[in-house]
């Protein structure tokens, strides 16, 4: 798999990060472009997960803000969509609003492979 189709999948729901963690594991050249996408898409997964247990227990105890929440919960969504954007287009750019929080947090290259 091509580095940038990695990138991209890595936003494609969990399933589609796992796989292109393990791609990207096997690979013999480890891509920065890769390595820096799959942790915005781990921040936003995290990040929506977050969110969605939030708002369960918000909802649970106000259900009349169901209607803001459903908005609140596209959030991830669009993050996603403006990540697969920039790995589309090839550039290490943060998504808004959580991607600074995520950035360089984590390093799927161990040290030793990425002195290769």
């Known amino acids: 798999m091509k580095n940038k189709t990695m990138a991209i999948v890595a936003y494609i729901t969990l ?18 472009l890769v ?9 936003v997964i995290i990040t929506s997960f977050v ?8 909802l649970a105890i106000i259900p009349s803000l169901g209607f ?13 969509l403006l990540g697969i954007v920039a790995a ?5 750019k943060p998504v808004p ?10 390093n799927f290259a161990s040290e030793k492979e990425s002195k290769l």
């Open 15 to 32: 399933i589609g990060w796992i796989i292109s963690y393990l791609e990207f594991k096997k690979s013999p050249e480890k891509s920065s």
């Open 35 to 43: 390595n820096y996408h799959l942790g915005q898409s781990l921040g």
């Open 51 to 58: 969110l969605s247990i939030a708002s369960t227990i918000i």
């Open 68 to 80: 803001i929440f459903y908005f609140i919960m596209l959030i991830p969504f669009v993050l996603l």
């Open 88 to 92: 589309n287009n090839e550039v290490e």
């Open 97 to 106: 609003i959580i991607g600074k929080i995520f950035e360089g947090r984590f």
